[in-house]
């Protein structure tokens, strides 16, 4: 292959990131100007921020954010590594069946599963709230935690347990012992990427939360949907660093270009 | 025997607490929803009876089947966007650039992806227009540059899509690309072959379940967006998603959002009966 080719491929890429970047580096820039209403030349101020430490609203939908998203981290986790558990040291009858029910939270349009399951939870009495909130993303979180977890599984196989039982050990101090410190990488990134799928869904919890309780994505948008203000560049701002961070966290935890 | 008990025991406390949760969350949900759509009205709301009128209403309705063709569309064109810039980005990733550099721009792509979508089709609204910081430096270095006001349009839809989705057809493309012998194009090469002979015979057709689950991946969730239409589309953004979406927050005709939610489910499914053969046999003919 040429020189020539070579850097022609190489910028071809860089201009792909720019795409995706330069969108995201704008609104986080603007966040950061003066004026209420984007006007240019840009003059360096963080009244936005401050503002933000000022709205009850949006400091209560953080809030709810964060909760939700903790919870639905250790509930998807627990679970998911659980069945993950089942999936890589048993073999039993119907065990496709049931990596295929996975499936549905993950190629069916959220649109359908956020209104399917509005139209479920208040049939039954479950109504809307965070409490449905929290039930729908869980749903949402396990498909990917059961992926990340069996994935780290699949690269040690079940001698270790196999050996630790056949030297006496009891089943919980093998899975507390020997399972678990082997999972434990594994466990942790699909920990990360739940908190991170619960922090940034928005329709699920825009169909499932009721009017006067919100949380942070609902609350971007209706403020979107009124105007746009420079607090709202302030709020994405942040949303979007943490959310970026979390990833990147996990990307190291979980080797996921597939190369080692 | 007491050990294929204890085993079975074993699993289903196992598996059986989140495959609860799934019932109770996904699958119960939508057979509820597909209970709804055959509905005159909610049962919350008055005594429902059987019927199809909903389906009927779809099917007769130009303003749902218009829709229907203008949310297909909208996913026919995002998803051909995505390919056009994603396949060339994915090959240079799998070809070019080498190891800790591919490893490094291989997390760069995807990042976006897994990142708040609400937040980045927002943050488009910042750079669509002529006066925002990229329209006048544009207009500050090039005087006659054309103008850059698309939001409020079709194409600013497509833009904040083609965005959304991107790094994901990079992903499953560089995935299928990467495993693709090199030496397949050498010996295809060194018998004659012309670069172009070579990406029509060999690499397209290695790569084409890459192609199709990107393809896939995109297509789906495009049908089904309300948001970005919302947000960047202003007049524009009448689709099917955002009809359902109005059924259930504005209009609160439930069974119609439904039934309507069904005919969506359905093209879904249909296209992935479709589509499914064709992946296997070409994960099978690699593996073979």
Redesign the interface.
Known sequence: ?SRMF?VL??S??GL??L??????L??M??AFNKSPL?M?P?RFDTVWFGKLAENERLLRATWNSVWIALANMAIATS??T??A???AR?D?PGKRF?QG??M??L???????G?????????TGIGRGLHSIL??H??LS?PYV?IVISARMQSFGAVFEEAAASLGAT?WQVFRRVSLPLMAPGIVAAALFAF?IS??Q??IS??LAPVGISIL?VE??SS??QG?TPE??AI?TI??LV??AL??A??RLSS????R | MTTTAA??R??L???G???L??L???????A??LY?SFLTVS??SGTPEFTLAHYRTFFTQEVYLVNAGRSMMLGLHVTLLCLA??Y??AW??AR??KNRW??A????????F???????T??????LTD????G?ALHAVWPGAPSIEIMNSYPAILVGLT?AY??YV?LTCY?SLQGINPSLTEAARSLGASWGQVFLRVILPLSLPGIIAGAMLTF??V?????EP??LGGTQAIML?TL??NQ??AAFN?PL??AL?FV??GA?FLL?ALFWPLIRRHVQGVAA
């Open positions: 292959m070579g491929a190489r071809y890429l792909v990131l795409f995706l970047y330069v969108p995201i704008v609104m820039i603007m984007y240019l840009f679970l998911g659980m069945v558990l089942a999936f048993y039993f049931l029910l996975l549905p939270p190629v069916i349009p959220w649109l359908i599963t209104t399917a399951m509005l139209i479920f939870f208040f049939w039930l729908g869980v749903a396990l059961v089943p991170a922090f940034d928005f329709v825009y169909f994505p971007i948008y979107i949907r746009f709202i560049n994405s949303v979007i959310s970026m990833m990147i996990f990307a996921f270009s597939g190369e | 085993r079975n074993a699993i406390w196992l598996a607490p989140a495959y949760w799934l109770a969350t996904v699958l119960l949900p939508l509820a929803m709804f049962p919350l810039f994603g060339p980005a240079v990733l070019v650039i591919r490893e721009m291989l997390l760069l792509v995807v990042l976006p897994w990142s708040n979508g609400l937040v980045r927002f943050s488009w609204t910042m750079v006066y925002g910081l990229i006048r965005h991107l790094p990079v995935v789906v969730p049908m089904g967006s309300f948001m919302r947000i998603g359902i979406e259930f927050t439930w959002g439904a939610g969506m489910l879904v992935m």
